[in-house]
């Protein structure tokens, strides 16, 4: 992907001198999402305290922090999910390609189409088979879908299950194993083709074979889908991510490249958490 | 050491105390229930042995003539419970979702309250809005206005009565409207919020996740608590005697009098003379038992059946 941006700089400025700063934020990729003094609150306690962020276009973001820190409820508010619960509320703004998803007269449902979720604990609609699970996002909205099979086996593949469930696809979704139930909501996810795929804890419910699978599904996911993942898990940030964001208390402590956050973290806080001094 | 074992023992024992009492009870139960249906048998047996199954075929009621044919009665309960159901079922099924997927919390509380008391009103109370408010409302408008539009269909035809099928109907559903809707509450209040959450973040609306994904979830349960309603409409007297009209009668129209297996035995048993007439009754009773108590039973397994299924779907 960096490719592509490389070669898109010299067309679009042919002839001219291109500057060593023009080229280095031509090169970067371009911000899919950033939120901006981005606050969240149950009721009167505020749970996030301005989180200003941005998430790269076609990166994998992970976010870590201890428990309760605000993770679950930053990724929810990046497509509108947070204000489903009970007296939730949010200030700031997100920025969905520059344009700010809480603006008035913005549809969250559409919102949600372009950033899919992949919850904690593995979720498949109990009362649908396992083909029917994949096409849930279009069937429920009562889309028409042409070309049933094909999308099921393309979605399914992508998630890398297929293999696994091609001869049961008309069992129940929730008759499979944890790790391939979490794969099938995300081959759910997939099936909508988002822009964005938010993930918290993925992997939380699973063995490690299942985690490894899950992860390397991340990794070539990757390339055409921005994701954001939230994890305990240090070394798996470290696997995964590109770029790693650190949250404390309600705030964003330290962003940045993922090597760099894990080698040299700019703050104490951050040392301690991922040296597992606390949390 | 000692400590640990002597706490074994008193759990161990708490626990078969326990589970004494409910095999106790639950023999209790059944032996009730036994009793019940075999007295109910012994009182008909005259009215067994004299018409056998013609009873159930049989429209004549005559205890002067010494005729006792049960099928007025069984079609009154029947039509007046299925249009209890035509019109509770929907309107409560209503209530409970709104109560429970989208009611500001704030209405809530007040809402299922007032449910719940409807609930709780003696059905004499719901008998007496009947006579004073629903059957000259239906005498003077309802059923003068279903006469001209649909008086083209056999039930909207013939003089309006108010005292009728469609009072005693209408009194019954709106009997039952609480119990549905208070039982339906509870099952939809069971469907776990991940399920919700699931539909809400692939871009679904409220209505498309409610009706794609709770309700087929919930719907062994509600089906459920549409038979309760049913079991209480089949049963229920006092309230359906005082607007049906107590005619032993089969009537195309819903505007004409009809009965009730529960009015006829309520009405008539205390001035029934005859061993034959008591014994009809008796049969009656019967039928009626065996009716609700399979119902209920049916009701049982499929609520059941929705727990059960929402374990497995939590269990993972
Ligand atoms: N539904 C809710 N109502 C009220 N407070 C909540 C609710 N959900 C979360 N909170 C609070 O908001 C804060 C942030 O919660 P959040 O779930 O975002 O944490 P988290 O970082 O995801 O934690 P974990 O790692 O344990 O999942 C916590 O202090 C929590 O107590
Ligand atoms: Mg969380």
Known sequence: MMKATESFVPTAEKGRVVTIAERESAILPAEKIRSVDLRASFGATEVLKGITLPILERQVTAIIGPSGCGKSTFVRCLNRMHETAHRATVAGRVLLDGRDIYRAGIDPVAIRRRVGMVFQKPNPFPTMSIAENVLAGLSLTGERIPHRMELVEKALRQAALWDEVKDILPRSGASLSGGQQQRLCIARALALDPEVLLMDEPCSALDPIATARIEELIHELGDHVTIVIVTHNMQQAGRVADHTAFLYMGELVEYGPTDRVFTRPAEQRTEDYITGRFG | ?316
């Open chain 2, 1 to 316: 050491m000692a400590a640990d074992t002597h706490e074994t023992r008193t759990a161990n024992r708490g626990d078969l105390v326990f589970q004494r009492l409910i095999v106790v009870g639950a023999v209790v139960m059944v032996v009730l229930l036994a009793a019940i249906a075999l007295e109910l048998t012994r009182e008909s047996r005259l009215s067994l042995s004299a018409s056998g199954v013609r009873f159930l075929g049989s429209t004549a009621w005559d205890p002067v003539k010494e005729l006792f044919g049960g099928l007025p009665f069984i079609y009154g309960t029947l039509v007046s419970s299925f249009l209890a159901l035509l019109v509770a079922v929907p309107v409560s099924l209503g209530v409970a979702i709104f109560l429970v997927e989208l009611a500001p919390s704030w209405l809530r509380g007040p809402v299922g309250f007032m449910v719940e008391l409807l609930a709780a009103l003696p059905s004499v109370v719901y008998g007496l809005w009947g006579i004073f408010v629903l059957v000259p409302w239906l005498r003077g408008g309802v059923e003068p206005a279903l006469a001209r539009s649909l008086g083209f269909l056999p039930f909207f035809s013939g003089p309006s009565q108010g005292f009728g099928m469609l009072a005693g109907g209408l009194v019954l559903s709106i009997m039952i409207l609480p119990t549905i809707a208070s039982v339906s509450r509870e099952v939809l209040r069971a469907v776990p919020n991940w399920l919700r959450e699931g539909a809400l973040a692939l871009g679904t609306t409220r209505w498309e996740m409610i009706r794609g994904t709770v309700l087929p979830f919930a719907r062994s349960g509600i089906i459920g608590a549409v038979i309760l309603g049913l079991g209480r409409a089949l049963g229920e007297t006092m309230a359906v005697t005082m607007v049906i009209g107590n005619r032993p009668k089969i009537a195309a129209s819903l505007f004409a009098p009809g009965y009730t297996m529960a009015s006829v035995i309520a009405n008539e048993y205390t001035e029934a003379t005859g061993d034959l007439h008591l014994s009809a009754l008796a049969e009656i009773g019967l039928l009626l038992f065996a009716v609700t108590l399979a119902l209920n039973a049916l009701a049982r397994l499929l609520v059941w059946r929705v727990s059960r299924v929402a374990v497995q779907g939590s269990r993972r």
